[in-house]
């Protein structure tokens, strides 16, 4: 996907920074339909970033959202910067591509955002084909154990699985720090992918559906996660960097903002002990048992940093589809 230099150069005022996380809130809840414990969290996010950011004219931005005192018109009035406009378009469907295929409310949602922003059809049409491509990429991957019975624990090749885990957490914690707003979005597919792989080996062959149950089980959202990973990006400053500009931001950027990392290794060994022990955990235990992994999961996040920056820079943008399709 092709950089924005009119972005790049435009410096970002607070009200652009909050109508560019207002569309993100909009897309967010376009389709209607969010769970209760996905609408708290996305909350949740939305009052961390205006209390991290110190920019005030964040406070309130879920409230005006839910309450319907903004709308996509006035958002996309405040974003006079061509480049922004895009990024806002760009954004918007990822977040409705974050939880799968858009449906046809988040459709409606997304023509008329295109619309309120001025933006044609030879504008978008290569956001929308890279995120399309990047939702509808399929969570099987080649088995590690071949057997379609749940798997004794001698036969779990338990070293592969927690290189795994690893090599996966710091693709998604580099993937998070890239300046392109839609490469975190390849971060989800590919924690559904270890899932999988991890089932998988212990004799389960899952689909999208369950994979999808079992991380919101967790606790860990798709569309907030998104809303997160971008805000982030957003208020730290990373996007709109290209070439250089990202080497010399990735340091600062990377400390506060690669959270991928953690709630991946987190994810992948809850995933490991919930398969191994027969998938006899309640929702309550996996929530319980994610958070206990989270908070190592992050100290090994410092640990692992400096790998998460090296892999940031690099990664082509162009291969990060080819990625999520073949790991």
């Not at 974003?79 to 378009?89: F, K, M, N, V």
């Not at 008329?112 to 933006?119: E, G, N």
């Not at 956001?127 to 071949?146: G, H, Q, S």
Request: with cysteine; charged share 20%; hydrophobic share 45%.
């Amino acid at each position: 996907m092709t950089a924005r230099p009119t972005a790049a150069r435009h410096t970002m005022q607070a009200t652009e920074q909050r109508a560019l996380l207002t569309i993100a809130l909009l897309a967010a809840f376009a389709d209607g339909e969010k769970a209760d414990t996905e609408r708290e969290e996305i909350k949740r996010i939305a009052d961390s970033l205006a209390g991290e950011s110190g920019t005030p004219a964040l406070a309130g931005l879920y409230q005006d959202v839910l309450l319907k005192r903004v709308n996509v018109a006035q958002a996309a009035a405040a974003l006079p910067d061509e480049g922004q406009r895009l990024l806002a378009y760009e954004m918007a469907v990822c977040v409705c591509d974050a939880d799968g295929a858009q449906s046809p409310a988040e459709q409606a949602f997304l023509s008329q955002l295109k619309s309120a922003l001025k933006l044609g059809r030879t504008q978008t049409a290569e956001v929308e084909r890279e995120a399309d491509a990047i939702a509808a990429v399929p969570v099987t991957v080649p088995p590690l154990l071949a057997t379609a019975t749940p798997a004794p624990a001698a036969q779990v090749p338990t070293a592969d699985l927690d290189s795994s885990i690893l090599n996966h957490s710091i693709l998604n914690g580099a993937l998070e720090l890239l300046p392109q707003s839609w490469a975190s979005m390849a971060i989800i597919p590919l924690q559904m992918k270890l899932v999988y792989r991890i089932g998988q080996a212990h004799g389960y062959e899952l689909d999208k559906g369950h994979i999808k149950e079992f991380i919101a089980a967790a606790g860990v959202g798709l569309t907030s996660q998104y809303v997160e990973q971008f805000g982030r990006k957003l208020l730290g400053g990373l996007l709109g960097k290209v070439g250089g500009g990202l080497g010399r931001g990735l340091g600062s950027a990377a400390t506060g903002m690669a959270f991928s990392f953690a709630s991946t290794y987190a994810l992948g060994h809850l995933a490991k002990r919930y398969y191994a022990g027969g998938r006899q955990m309640n929702t309550a235990m996996l929530q319980e048992t994610f958070q206990s992994l989270l908070q190592p999961a992050k100290q090994l996040q410092t640990q692992y940093l400096p790998q998460i920056q090296q892999k940031a820079r690099t990664l082509d943008a162009g291969q990060i589809l080819q990625m999520v399709k073949s790991a």
